[in-house]
């Protein structure tokens, strides 16, 4: 199989291996990767900077992905072999597992995939894993009411985005908070208004929308005690980065992306079904791996960029 190795820290000496085919262990299913998403964890990953969270016992090289899409080629014990020859979406959690998916071929717990329907290319469906758990993981910490006002800021980012989808999908009230030129594309995604973040003090931005303040927000644009303001009294706040202290009796939390298998069966149905926008900023063969991290660790937009085998 081919694979993305990491031996030293660095885009520059990213390397792609052509490594021993792995086989199932029992409970385990082997995915041929027909995509994998490059996410920010990933660079956090070949640059180095993200070694403080990497598993216990882990050692170089290291293969970084937490996402894959692609098709079961073989079924360990234990696992029902009806699911070879499925096309799945497959998710790990790199900093618990250090077992990445940037791969051609990848194990994974037969638990960790999902079985999506043709029709949605292989790109789009990568996309979904760790951006779309960790918007499903945030809303779920928060809990809200099918009444309830929720305030999602970054909107049109990675997770952002899929968080006011899943909002809006669940009934709820979406306030987006968003930079000017992106209120039309939160409004898209099912925001039922969006505050421009241009505007300075959100409090008072988000309450000419919603008087009595929001029930809840949650921050996935790290704007830490700022996106505090908007809440009302006895609120809730879940962020996806760093807490900050709570104030006004306002319950704060930090949401991790996990492996959630109504989640991201969820996910899956909502995005094979156009309910969920799932979009690529650019592919690359694994050839290209030095130029796709490059580009990834450049690139500030909604839209994934995804490595192909």
């Not at 009230?173 to 925001?191: K, M, P, S």
């Not at 609120?235 to 202290?245: E, I, L």
């Not at 704060?252 to 969920?276: I, K, P, W």
């Amino acid at each position: 199989m081919r694979a993305i190795q990491v031996a030293r820290f660095g885009i520059e000496h990213l390397q792609v291996q052509d490594l021993p085919d792995p086989s199932p262990a029992p409970g385990e299913v082997l995915i041929a990767t027909d995509a994998a998403t490059i996410n920010p964890a990933d660079l956090g990953i070949v640059t180095g900077s993200a070694a403080s969270r990497f598993p216990p016992g882990a050692v170089a090289p290291y293969t970084p992905g937490w996402d894959l899409a692609g098709r079961v080629l073989a079924c360990g014990d234990g696992v029902d072999t009806a699911l070879a020859g499925s096309r799945v979406v497959g998710f790990t959690i790199w900093f618990v597992t250090g077992r990445g998916t940037q791969a051609s071929l990848v194990t994974l717990p037969a638990g960790n995939v999902v079985v999506a329907p043709d029709g949605l290319p292989a790109a789009q469906l990568t996309t979904i894993g760790l951006n779309g758990l960790t918007a499903w993981r945030g809303l779920t910490d928060l809990n809200p009411a099918g009444s309830d006002t929720v305030v999602i800021t970054g909107a049109t980012g990675g997770v952002g985005g899929f968080a006011v989808e899943l909002a809006a999908a669940r009934g709820l009230t979406v306030i987006a908070v968003v930079r000017e030129r992106d209120r039309d594309e939160a409004l898209a995604l099912g925001a039922s208004a969006a505050v421009a973040a241009e505007e300075g003090d959100l409090g008072a931005a988000v309450r000419k929308v919603a008087p009595g303040g929001a029930d809840a927000v949650l921050d996935t644009a790290s704007l830490g005690a700022t996106a505090l303001s908007p809440v009302r009294d006895g609120g809730r706040y879940v962020t996806v980065t760093q807490v900050p202290s709570p104030e006004r009796d306002i319950s704060v939390a930090r949401a991790f992306g996990r492996m959630d298998h109504e989640g991201l069966t969820t996910l899956v149905a909502m995005a094979s079904s156009g309910r969920l926008h799932t979009p690529v900023a650019a592919e690359f063969g694994v050839a290209e791996a030095r130029r796709v991290y490059d580009y990834a660790s450049t690139w500030r937009g909604r839209g994934r960029v995804v490595l192909t085998f």
